[in-house]
């Protein structure tokens, strides 16, 4: 059935009415219908995430928050650790330099002890040996004068007893000899003590 209004059926009124409702309709905003069943789907998810999901998710971000802060205690606690084991790095570092200044300077000393030892030992021999050779030198001086004499004594008894033409007593004209050499050579210690 259709009914005319203003000459036109309205059946066909209503459907231009929904055509021109269809035409004015802006296709961005959605209908009233979808905005409420949306929000009410909407509601339904947020309630079931907030409810189920947002506790697992704030715990995992929890977990993740602690282990990230427990990861930073323990670069904190590995810096500590390695500054220190730095520190006493360069504490036993200064302590062996010291050490091998203090055996250098031992050394040193010990070698300038040393050398003194050795130069007054050196010294030491040096004198001994300068006194036995002294000793010897005389030794051998009064051994040569020994025999000068002895020979001087036989010389000049053997001159005598050519001159004198006899022979005469050896031992009388040795004592003679001998006294007199005793003279020249106390004349002559004079001689070079004096000089």
């Given at each position: 059935m259709t009914i005319a209004v203003h000459g036109l059926p309205l059946a066909q009124e209503q459907t231009g009415t929904e055509t021109?409702?269809?035409?004015?309709h802006n296709p961005?905003?959605?209908?009233a219908d979808e905005l409420i069943f949306g929000g009410l789907a909407f509601l339904l998810v947020f309630v079931v995430l907030a409810?189920?999901?947002?506790?697992?998710?704030?715990?995992?971000?929890?977990a993740r928050r602690r282990k990230i802060q427990e990861d930073l205690e323990r670069a904190e606690q590995a810096k500590a650790e390695a500054e220190r084991?730095?520190?006493?790095?360069?504490?036993?570092?200064r302590e062996a330099r010291a050490e091998a200044n203090r055996i250098v300077e031992e050394s040193r000393k010990t070698a300038d002890s040393m050398r003194?030892?050795?130069?007054?030992?050196?010294?030491?021999?040096?004198?001994?040996?300068?006194?036995?050779a002294q000793e010897e030198i005389r030794a051998e001086r009064d051994r040569a004068m020994e025999e000068l004499r002895r020979s001087?004594?036989?010389?000049?008894?053997?001159?005598?007893?050519?001159?004198?033409?006899?022979?005469?007593?050896k031992e009388r004209h040795l004592k003679l000899?001998?006294?007199?050499?005793?003279?020249?050579?106390?004349?002559?210690?004079?001689?070079?003590?004096s000089s």
């Open positions: 021109q409702q269809e035409e004015e961005v905003l959605p209908e409810r189920f999901a947002f506790p697992l998710l704030n715990q995992g971000l929890e084991i730095q520190s006493r790095y360069e504490e036993q570092l003194r030892d050795l130069m007054a030992k050196a010294e030491e021999d040096s004198r001994q040996v300068v006194a036995r001087v004594a036989e010389l000049s008894i053997m001159v005598a007893e050519r001159v004198v033409g006899e022979n005469l007593n000899v001998d006294g007199y050499i005793d003279e020249l050579t106390k004349k002559g210690g004079r001689l070079h003590g």
